[in-house]
């Protein structure tokens, strides 16, 4: 019997596609999304030294509203005030295999607008 692949794997392989030409450096770092159906996480990731430089998620802001709209915009303008904390201004964004689409777009957008460029 042929096994069929999961929306989850279908997501996982296209993110090894975007994973191939994107990669966070020291002076652009990789800002990450991975989205469930209840919260959202963000990550910015240095990947020259392996080392995550930041995160946020609905979780840690303890966010009723963590699996919608809402609440990935509140997720984006925390990121970006963590990062200007940090001194970063410009990021490589990372999708994850996901539609830029709905939650997503969200985030990237309210990020945007609180001072990241990408």
Do not use: W
Request: charge should be positive; charged fraction near 30%.
């Amino acid at each position: 019997m042929i096994k069929k692949e999961s929306s989850n794997d279908l997501r996982l392989r296209r993110h090894s596609r975007i994973r191939k030409t994107i990669s966070g450096t020291t002076e652009m770092p990789r800002l990450n999304v991975f989205r469930s159906n209840s919260a959202i996480y963000v990550q910015v990731i240095d990947d020259t030294k392996g080392v995550t430089l930041a995160s946020s998620s609905s979780v840690a802001l303890k966010l009723n509203n963590g699996g919608n709209a809402e609440g990935a915009k509140l997720v984006g303008k925390d990121i970006a005030e963590k990062c200007k904390k940090l001194k970063i201004k410009k990021v490589v964004f990372d999708r994850g295999g996901y539609l830029y689409h709905g939650r997503v777009e969200a985030l990237a957008e309210s990020a945007r607008e609180n001072g990241l460029e990408f």
